[in-house]
């Protein structure tokens, strides 16, 4: 079983920055794409940004210029950097990955997903 775990979330005000961490954990797991996906009250999830094992990215409209995803792909971990955040921003943010891993002579390929970190803005 692959695991992942988000952190970083709060409360900030308009203009303020937030980071945001995604940690995955477990065994004899390989990961291609890593992406953070976020839902806001009464609206569906939409995708923010994603970012390859080779490092290209892509990101939503609504945050270019503002949000960079990285990660590190030894350790296993993306991050999102937010600035400029605008009271709009306010969501849960969920980390995702496009996982493969081995079951004795099987090689399963799901996508994973964090239990999900809260972000606030204020005006």
């Known amino acids: 079983q692959v695991q992942l775990v988000e952190s970083g979330g709060g409360l900030v005000q308009a203009g303020g920055s937030l980071r945001l961490s995604c940690a995955a954990s477990?065994?004899?797991?390989?990961?291609?794409?890593m992406g953070w996906d976020r839902q806001a009250p009464g609206k569906q999830r939409e995708v923010v940004a994603d970012i390859t094992s080779g490092g290209r990215t892509n990101y939503a409209d609504s945050v270019k210029g503002r949000f960079t995803i990285s990660r590190d792909n030894a350790k296993n971990t993306a991050s999102l950097q937010m600035n400029s955040l605008k009271p709009e921003d306010t969501a849960v943010y969920y980390c995702?990955?496009?996982?493969?891993?081995?079951?004795?002579?099987?090689?399963?390929?799901?996508?994973?997903w964090g239990q999900g970190t809260q972000v606030t803005v204020s005006s």
């Open positions: 477990g065994s004899s797991f390989s990961i291609n794409r």
């Open positions: 995702n990955a496009d996982v493969s891993f081995r079951v004795t002579t099987t090689v399963h390929s799901l996508v994973s």
